[in-house]
């Protein structure tokens, strides 16, 4: 397992841009997929993009496709979302999660190893 620190979110208005990271320790981390999550107050967790252990593959929920990125840098144990064209609806506190295989995933169960969290909140 890894472990994982999420930075990077905050308040911004609608269309708005914001890049979330999250720090990985382990080498392991260099052949696990990962994924960005998010959970609104008073709903479940969902799946919002997914990257296989190389960067070779990524995967989006419609809900952000075109507007959001996953990204990662293996030499730096880090992953990244870049998050374009904020909508309200967007806000959530954003998890980042490692599953202990090559392939992405979206199942939140899927994944072993979770972080504390950061907060996007978006006005209109």
């Known amino acids: 397992q890894v472990q994982l620190v999420e930075s990077g979110g905050g308040l911004v208005q609608a269309g708005d841009s914001l890049r979330l990271s999250c720090a990985a320790s382990g080498r392991a981390f260099r052949t696990y997929a990962m994924g960005w999550f998010r959970q609104a107050p008073g709903k479940e967790r969902e799946f919002v993009a997914t990257?296989?252990?190389?960067?070779?593959?990524?995967y989006y929920a419609d809900s952000v496709k075109g507007r959001f990125t996953i990204s990662r840098d293996n030499a730096k144990n880090m992953v990244y979302l870049q998050m374009n064209s904020l909508k309200p609806e967007d806000t959530a506190a954003y998890y980042c999660?490692?599953?202990?295989?090559?392939?992405?995933?979206?199942?939140?169960?899927?994944?072993?190893?979770w972080g504390q969290g950061t907060p996007v909140t978006v006005s209109s």
């Open positions: 990257i296989t252990w190389n960067g070779g593959t990524t």
């Open positions: 999660a490692s599953r202990s295989s090559i392939f992405g995933s979206w199942p939140p169960t899927t994944y072993d190893s």
